[in-house]
């Protein structure tokens, strides 16, 4: 039973990073090519969604060994810190971008939209939205606080993803930019996410 939780774990989280891998090349290319923070931002989540999976992948498999003379109840509790670091990369993410949106303010960037761009970020969002729910669920069911955790931050990233949809609207209609105040925004709560994420896994 225990070693086919850890294939469902497996499995879900390589999907998570095949899927987010994707996303994130995608939104680099939209990022580049429209000149939009917001959107390169969005890319940097994915990729740290794709790391989130890759630590639940490793965090499992280390999980899975069994116990020893070191360990005679075996290694089930790294997979607490599996998800210590996952709240930790959410929190570094957070940072990151909140240090983006500070400089954006400070020389505000001219975007560039296209119609293209808004239909893939579209499409970026239903991703997410699909990938955070099918997550959340596996994680559920196995009871997996990463996977559970991996798909709260994936909702997160479809809120963030049109939020900056909707920038892109606004300055297509107005001319008008606020990508660095919603990165801003959004930067300040990715880092109380972190925050709350490790203080419920460190008590």
Same mark, same amino acid.
Not at 28 to 33: A, E, I, Q, R, T
């Given at each position: 039973?225990?070693?086919?939780?850890?294939?469902?774990?497996?499995?879900?989280?390589?999907?998570?990073?095949?899927?987010? #891998? /994707?996303?994130?090349?995608?939104?680099?290319?939209? +990022? &580049?090519? =429209?000149?939009?923070?917001? @959107?390169?931002?969005?890319? !940097?989540?994915?990729?740290?969604?794709?790391?989130?999976?890759?630590?639940?992948?490793?965090?499992?498999?280390?999980?899975?060994?069994?116990?020893?003379?070191?360990?005679?109840?075996?290694?089930?509790?790294?997979?607490?810190?599996?998800? #210590? /670091?996952?709240?930790?990369?959410?929190?570094?993410? +957070? &940072?990151? =971008?909140?240090?983006?949106? @500070?400089?954006?303010?400070? !020389?505000?960037?001219?975007?560039?939209?296209?119609?293209?761009?808004?239909?893939?970020?579209?499409?970026?969002?239903?991703?997410?939205?699909?990938?955070?729910?099918?997550?959340?669920?596996?994680?559920?069911?196995?009871?997996?606080?990463? #996977?559970?955790?991996?798909?709260?931050?994936?909702?997160?990233?479809?809120?963030?993803?049109?939020?900056?949809?909707?920038?892109?609207?606004?300055?297509?209609?107005?001319?008008?930019?606020?990508?660095?105040?919603?990165?801003?925004?959004?930067?300040?709560?990715?880092?109380?996410?972190?925050?709350?994420?490790?203080?419920?896994?460190?008590?």
């Amino acid at each position: 039973m225990e070693s086919l939780r850890q294939k469902v774990i497996m499995r879900t989280s390589w999907i998570g990073i095949g899927t987010n #891998l /994707l996303l994130s090349i995608m939104k680099v290319v939209l +990022g &580049v090519l =429209s000149n939009s923070v917001a @959107i390169l931002m969005d890319a !940097v989540n994915n990729i740290s969604d794709a790391a989130s999976s890759l630590i639940t992948i490793i965090g499992t498999w280390l999980a899975a060994k069994k116990q020893d003379q070191k360990h005679p109840f075996g290694y089930g509790r790294i997979e607490y810190f599996s998800t #210590l /670091l996952i709240a930790m990369l959410i929190f570094y993410a +957070g &940072v990151t =971008s909140l240090k983006k949106s @500070i400089e954006a303010l400070l !020389v505000p960037p001219v975007p560039d939209y296209q119609n293209i761009t808004l239909f893939f970020l579209a499409i970026g969002v239903f991703v997410k939205f699909l990938l955070g729910s099918y997550f959340r669920k596996v994680g559920k069911d196995v009871h997996s606080d990463s #996977l559970w955790n991996s798909g709260t931050e994936a909702l997160f990233d479809a809120v963030v993803s049109i939020s900056t949809l909707i920038a892109a609207l606004i300055y297509l209609l107005t001319k008008i930019s606020i990508e660095a105040w919603l990165g801003l925004l959004i930067s300040v709560w990715i880092i109380k996410s972190g925050f709350f994420m490790l203080k419920e896994i460190i008590s």
